[in-house]
């Protein structure tokens, strides 16, 4: 990648050790369940999580939307933080095609939604109401900085679902980041869930795809929902491969990641005016506000002129992954001094 790219890790290209194993992947359809790399995806997943099965998706918005739409029918309701990816950002997906209601908690700083909370959201059996069918958790936190959760506080939840018969779906979109963070092991991180969704292609470079693990019933019937919402693929082969590589190379050095968003933060706390949340700084985003006065189009557009992209406006989120060096690190920071010097002068 020629540009500095800081928006998300949702831009990192695949590696060459990605594309020749693309080129040369063994491939089947996958509709008839006959792909080999995709069951050799599928099952590496399934081990690594340790639970019985997995599903190959094209995105990560697809697993969270077949997850829900498998655990909950029509009217059944779904309790989530009110900054979950899949409440904020995936178009109530699971109201609009599956008729499943929201019903959204207010989340802690660290990522938590309280116990007593979610145990107070959960609906007695009675006529008048939606029955409570699921949790949702998120790990690491996207809305809140990207913090991790811990294995005991999903652990905490997993044993409240289940005193109320209900199930707990983790939206493990950026999984391996926690698992790097908490130094354990994402089998831990995930045992009290009953499915859970993972991306490929956010810190792990591969171009596209996510999985869906959880029990074999569990998968069976997602893979029917998979293929009414047009996700039941063919040769699909060429990308799980990049998918394999993905698992099996790239989650060990996330916490390169980790490291350069510190130095990021570091960096950007010098200088003058600038307000970093060290609060959040526990993966791989940093949040940071401009000197008052600065215009935050004027500096994405000046940064953008010297290769370094940035996205939206102060509070400014930005990602760091494979493609960010701690040499790329150093040169963002010195052109982000250079245009808020610049600014300033001009304010
Ligand atoms: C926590 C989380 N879940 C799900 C998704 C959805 O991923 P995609 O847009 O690749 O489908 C994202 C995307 O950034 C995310 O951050």
């Not at 209900?166 to 092991?185: C, E, I, P, Y």
């Not at 292609?201 to 029917?224: D, N, Y």
Request: net charge neutral.
């Amino acid at each position: 990648m020629d540009t500095i790219d800081l928006r998300s890790d949702t831009v990192t290209h695949p590696t060459s050790a990605m594309r020749a194993a693309m080129a040369a992947a063994a491939v089947g359809d996958d509709v008839y369940d006959e792909d080999p790399t995709v069951h050799a995806l599928q099952d590496y997943a399934a081990e690594l999580l340790g639970k019985e099965a997995a599903l190959f998706f094209p995105t990560a918005t697809m697993s969270n939307l077949t997850a829900v739409l498998t655990h909950c029918g029509r009217g059944d309701e779904v309790i989530l933080s009110h900054k979950a990816h899949i409440f904020e950002y995936e178009q109530g997906g699971a109201s609009a095609l599956g008729g499943v209601v929201y019903r959204t908690l207010p989340v802690n700083f660290d990522g938590t939604l309280d116990l007593q909370a979610i145990e107070a959201a959960i609906r007695p059996d009675d006529v008048h109401f939606t029955r409570t069918r699921l949790v949702c958790l998120e790990n690491t936190v996207n809305g809140c900085g990207g913090t991790p959760i811990t294995a005991e506080y999903t652990d905490a939840v997993g044993e409240l679902v289940r005193k109320h018969g209900l199930k707990l779906h983790l939206d493990g979109a950026r999984l391996f980041n926690a698992a790097a963070a908490l130094n354990v092991s994402p089998e831990r991180l995930v045992r009290a869930a009953d499915s859970v969704q993972l991306c490929l292609s956010k810190g792990l470079c591969a171009p596209l795809g996510a999985l869906l693990v959880g029990s074999k019933e569990f998968i069976t019937q997602a893979r029917r929902v998979r293929k009414v919402l047009g996700g039941g693929m063919r040769q699909a082969g060429v990308i799980a491969a990049a998918g394999l590589l993905a698992l099996q190379q790239m989650r060990q050095r996330l916490i390169e990641d980790h490291y350069t968003a510190q130095l990021l933060a570091e960096g950007l706390a010098e200088i003058e005016g600038v307000r970093v949340e060290p609060v959040h700084i526990r993966t791989n985003m940093v949040f940071f506000h401009l000197p008052a006065g600065v215009d935050s189009d004027a500096f994405v557009a000046e940064l953008k002129a010297r290769n370094v992209i940035l996205r939206g406006r102060s509070p400014f989120r930005l990602v760091t992954h494979y493609y960010i060096t701690p040499e790329r690190v150093r040169y963002a920071l010195s052109a982000m001094r250079e245009v808020l010097a610049r600014l300033r002068v001009a304010a």
